[in-house]
């Protein structure tokens, strides 16, 4: 048993017609809390049970934080998620209704984190969003699934915000054999924290993000991110906001699923058969992301959209 799902894998017909290739969907959109991230989240929060902890702390109002909050859920355990005061209302009641408890602190994520890792006793595990080697196993699992339905990808398209699904991508990938097949990672332009670092392959810090897809917005990718790079096939590509929010809505439409802008960044590469280099088989991670709402997703495609 794990906390996460086996998820659909199915040929999207509408990408393989746009693109005239083999396109796979992995509907990590469809895992219990709305994302990829209760793949290495519940590995994580497993591991920490099994030797003691009692209580999970997480500093995501995201969806790593919701992932913590179900993996605790399910496992009988109290959730603490310190989110700072920007966390919208929906992101909050998400938490609420996993039965987290939400402390609102500080006016960023760096004061949130802070009083996060005071919360962390004894009894109790801190859960982080992309850095630590249990998420990047869990993760793996993706591909793990992948093969046992035995299709085999010659590309995998995924999107990076700290890097830990590429993390766990990449170890999924090798631990299964492919360790030739390319990973295209995604990025939109205003959180291109992996493009920057790999350009000159050292970690670079960003000054601020500006991108509406959150989820993406690590200023600062964990370094396995760029040891994947160094020992595997790995590439990085930007896309706008108004791509990726083009590509939920293009994607809601094709396969009635919703997804955040992060997943819209991956989707949009994927809709773009010109992006997509040599590969005839294509696996799409479809990341997912609970937060979106159709309303928003309409929302940002306006405002972003040239008059
Ligand atoms: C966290 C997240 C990402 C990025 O994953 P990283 O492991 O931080 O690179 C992409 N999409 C969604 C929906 C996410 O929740």
């Known amino acids: 048993m794990t906390l996460h799902i086996n998820t659909p894998l199915l040929e999207s017909r509408p990408l393989s017609q746009a693109t005239g290739r083999r396109i796979w969907l992995k509907l990590d959109a469809l895992q219990p809390s709305g994302s990829f991230k209760l793949r290495g989240v519940g ?45 919208s ?23 949130a984190n802070a009083l996060a890792l005071t919360l962390v006793g004894e009894d109790a595990a801190f859960i982080h969003p992309f850095d630590d080697p249990l998420l990047w196993t869990g993760h793996a699992s993706l591909v793990d699934e992948v093969a046992k339905a035995g299709v085999v990808p010659d590309a995998v398209v995924l999107a990076v915000g700290g890097g830990g699904l590429l993390s766990g991508v990449v ?55 760029l040891v994947c790079a160094r020992q ?5 590509h930007l896309v706008t906001d108004l791509q990726a929010v083009r590509a939920c809505e293009r994607f ?39 937060t979106a709402t159709s309303e928003q997703i309409v929302a940002w495609r306006e405002a972003l959209t040239p008059a």
């Open 89 to 111: 209302a929906h992101a909050k009641t998400l938490l609420a209704l996993e039965d987290a408890e939400v402390i609102v602190h500080g006016s960023s994520w760096h004061e």
């Open 171 to 225: 170890e999924g990938l090798q631990r299964n054999g492919w360790e030739h097949v390319p990973v295209l990672a995604v990025e939109t332009e205003g959180a291109a924290s992996f493009n920057a670092s790999l350009q000159i392959d050292t970690l670079v810090e960003l000054k601020q993000i500006e991108s509406i897809a959150t989820s993406l917005g690590a200023k600062r990718v964990a370094e396995q991110a």
């Open 252 to 290: 809601l439409h094709d396969h009635r699923v919703l997804v955040e802008p992060a997943c819209g960044a991956a989707l949009a590469l994927a809709y773009d058969g010109q992006r997509l280099g040599e590969a005839q088989n294509v696996l799409v991670v479809v990341c997912g992301g609970a």
């Open 232 to 236: 595997h096939p790995v590439s990085s």
């Open 43 to 87: 590995h994580a929060c497993e591991s920490h049970f099994a030797r003691g902890a009692r209580r999970f702390v997480s500093s995501s109002g995201g969806n790593a934080g919701l992932a913590v909050a179900y993996a605790g859920r399910q496992l009988g355990l109290p959730v603490t998620v310190v989110v700072p005061e920007t966390t």
